[in-house]
């Protein structure tokens, strides 16, 4: 199966498009054309590990179903002590609600899902690499989220990297100490959205591809647009369908409660709906202002009023948003590149009717207030002794406004990341006032032991740091910078430019 861009070009190979990560155009790798449909009755029998493999080979077959299994098998077996298998991250809400699930991110080794896609895309890599005759080194540079750069950096120690992040992602000190002497991470004071346009725009400029190579390196653009990154969280999706609709009746579907973020699940969630499986809908949460809901509900994009919050990276353009756009306006590049160059002006009419009409088929997007996202997650810690952050709160504060009260459809509520990454905000609904104003490390502690969340190791690490850990600030353009780390890190090593 080739794979296209969202901003036009030449198709490209399954494999070219893992490796590069970014098309030649800038944009996103979308599928050429959708497989065919995934019997669900044929999962049933299967191990998650296995249905995750069959989910890959519908969209990858380049890559027989064994050796798929084998990517799989050899991934998640990276995410487990020793001794240990793979613990599945979907469990029953409790006894009493049986209709309700989460898929739970706070007990991989990095508390967020990002675990598994960078698990994933590692062991590819090195099969890629394998088959390659190249010569250059792999670099691997990305604008990335703090979820993302933790699991990266933990999975991805051999390969040389150049990361981007927010300094408001919250997870610096982390990043920092996974850091080794090959990898460089730098954190940007702009939006996110800045930030990755002109991570876009790299990987559009020949001339930045080849000065790198003219180094010794081939670029890889690693990042929340990545397609691997969205097609693991629709494996993960069609392995929850099979694992919870096992033991359910044929008419039973399936309703996903997800967070924004940049589209990632949701995205993926896409891929697994055009495969023909039963998913009824799906919410979308988000973080007052309702940025995202505006643009659903009017076609325009509404100018945030407040000041982000400190822990906000400032995303009102969800990387994956451009996938979902491009399907939406039929594939048109020259539309969606249209839109895009209008996204930061407000109040300005992006999408048609039509196009609100589609963007909107099965999917709810609803925004939810503070004071709300606390009473949601002391409510579902009371009910059910799970604790929630507050971007799964948000979730299901749209689901639950929106939903219909009559509705059977089996729901599975999304938490992509460890509640212990919004500390304040989870401490505040769970322990109270005076318990959020705590110091970091204390507050953790206490609400860990409360809650039965595990502090995983990086974290532990980084609390246990008499004075914490920072990135470098990006001085410059990001071209500058990678140039700049990369002439640092070869005159270290005694390599003349």
């Known amino acids: 199966m080739n794979y296209i861009s969202t901003r036009g070009g030449a198709p490209a190979s399954s494999e070219e498009a893992i490796y590069r990560g970014l ?37 990858m077959p380049n890559f027989s179903l064994e050796v798929w299994e084998a990517i799989v098998d050899e991934a998640l077996l990276t995410l487990t002590a020793e001794s240990d298998a793979f613990d599945w991250p979907v469990h029953p809400l409790n006894a009493y609600l049986e209709r309700y699930y989460l898929f739970n991110g706070d007990r991989l080794p ?17 099969k890629l690499d394998e088959k390659r005759n190249n010569p250059l080194e792999p670099l691997i540079v990305a604008v990335i989220t703090d979820d993302m750069a933790v699991s990266s950096l933990r999975m991805m120690s051999a390969y040389k990297k150049i990361f981007f992040v927010s300094q408001n992602g919250g997870r610096s000190s982390e990043i920092s100490w996974l850091l080794k002497s090959h990898e460089k991470a730098f954190s940007f004071e702009d939006s996110f959205d800045t930030r990755y346009r002109e991570f876009s725009g790299l990987a559009a400029d020949e001339s930045f591809e080849k000065a790198l190579n003219a180094q010794g390196y081939d670029p890889i653009f690693w990042g929340p647009g990545h397609i691997l990154e969205v097609l693991t969280a629709g494996a993960l999706v069609t392995a929850s369908l099979a694992l919870i609709l096992a033991d359910k009746t044929p008419e ?29 809908a799906v919410y979308v949460g988000e973080n007052e202002p309702a940025i995202l809901r505006t643009l659903f509900e009017t076609g325009k994009m509404m100018q945030a009023k407040r000041r982000r919050r400190s822990d906000d990276p400032g995303v009102m353009w969800p990387v994956n948003l451009e996938r979902l756009l491009f399907e ?19 109040e300005v009419p992006l999408l048609n009717e039509d196009e609100i009409h589609l963007l909107n088929q099965s999917v709810t997007v609803a925004s939810n207030d503070y004071r709300r996202c606390l009473r949601i997650i002391r409510n579902i810690y009371d009910q059910t002794d799970y604790l929630i952050g507050r971007e799964t709160a948000d979730a299901i504060a749209c689901w639950a406004r929106h939903s219909d009260k009559k509705d059977t459809s089996i729901v599975c509520y999304v938490q992509e990341r460890s509640p212990l990454l919004d500390i304040e905000t989870t401490t505040k609904a769970i322990l109270g006032d005076e318990a959020s104003r705590r110091a970091e490390a204390d507050a953790v502690c206490m609400l860990a032991e409360e809650s039965g969340v595990p502090i995983w190791e990086t974290l532990r690490a980084s609390l246990e740091k008499k004075e914490p850990l920072t990135m470098i600030p990006v001085a410059d353009s990001l071209q500058e910078t990678i140039f700049e780390a990369v002439r640092k890190h070869d005159h270290e090593r005694g390599v003349d430019a």
């Open 23 to 59: 098309s030649k155009t800038g944009g996103l790798f979308i599928p050429e054309k959708l497989p065919e449909a995934l019997p669900l009755e044929a999962m049933f029998e299967k191990t998650p590990a296995e249905t995750m493999a069959l989910f890959f080979h519908r969209f």
């Open 110 to 126: 990095t508390g967020s899902l990002s675990d598994i896609s960078s698990a994933i895309f590692l062991t590819l890599l090195r």
């Open 252 to 280: 039973d579907s399936m309703t996903y409660v997800v967070n924004k973020n940049h589209l990632s699940f949701f995205a993926g969630l896409v891929y697994a709906n055009s495969l023909e499986l039963p998913i009824d």
């Open 328 to 346: 939406v306006t039929g594939r048109d590049e020259s539309r969606l590149l249209d839109i895009m160059g209008k996204w930061d002006q407000a």
